[in-house]
């Protein structure tokens, strides 16, 4: 089954900071969804990442994919305390139905 | 256009008792999948459901069953509840299957927590 491991577990920066979380997959990697959660709450969706080298912004967040590494990385440019929470990475295995999540990044921005 | 629902929001349960959990989903969408997510992990998936048929399902032990309901509305239900189960249990909806060749978007909602004593 396909595993996905992120990296760092826990971040603290300060506000107006760059940071970058990574994905890591144990397989080849044919989409990638990141999702943001506030603890204890469900999970808001940030994007969606489906061909290699794709690269996806909102906002001040932006995703890609490298397919050759089954890796993405999520870049937040000039941190904000809203930036705050759990960032997760999550996939389907090719063709599956059944998705693999990432453990979470927690990530806290002092102001 | 109304978000996906969850409902209760918090739940207390003691071991061996069983337990339903309500998800309504996202209008227009035809598909919601269940999650189990324990403190501190990701999401764990339980199940899908796509027109009211179960399409995909985790590792988890038959106690765990759901259904769907011809408005797309979901439950999870959970027997003989061990102190394990205490988690968050997320619903999330999309328009299609999730996964597969098609990748639908998911939709989460806000999640019930589920603790047993």
């Known amino acids: 089954s396909q595993e996905l491991e992120q990296s760092p577990q826990s971040l603290i920066v300060q506000e107006g900071k760059n940071l970058t979380i990574n994905c890591t997959s144990s397989k080849t990697l044919y989409g990638l969804y990141w999702y943001k959660q506030k603890y204890g709450e469900g999970l808001i969706f940030l994007m969606m990442l489906q061909k290699g080298g794709e690269e996806k912004s909102h906002e001040k967040i932006t995703a890609k994919l490298d397919e050759k590494k089954q890796q993405s990385s999520l870049h937040i440019t000039a941190s904000q305390p809203s930036h705050a929470g759990i960032y997760l990475c999550g996939a389907f295995s090719g063709g599956s139905y059944i998705p693999t999540f990432g453990r979470g990044t927690s990530l806290i921005v002092h102001p | 256009e109304t978000g996906v629902t969850q409902s209760p929001t918090h739940l207390i349960k003691t071991r061996g008792q069983q337990v339903t959990l309500r998800c309504s989903s996202q209008?227009?969408?035809?598909?919601v999948s269940w999650y189990q997510q324990a403190l501190g992990q990701g999401p764990q998936f339980i199940f899908q459901?796509?027109?009211?048929?179960?399409?995909g399902r985790g590792n988890f032990p038959p106690r765990f069953s759901g259904l769907q309901f011809p408005n797309y509305s979901s439950e999870l239900n959970v027997n003989a509840l061990e102190l394990d189960d205490s988690a968050l249990y997320l619903c999330?909806?999309?328009?299609?299957?999730?996964?597969?060749?098609?990748?639908?978007?998911?939709?989460f909602g806000p999640g019930t927590r589920l603790t047993v004593l």
């Open positions: 459901y796509y027109r009211e048929e179960e399409n």
């Open positions: 999330a909806s999309s328009s299609g299957l999730a996964g597969g060749r098609l990748n639908n978007e998911q939709f």
């Open positions: 209008s227009g969408h035809n598909t």
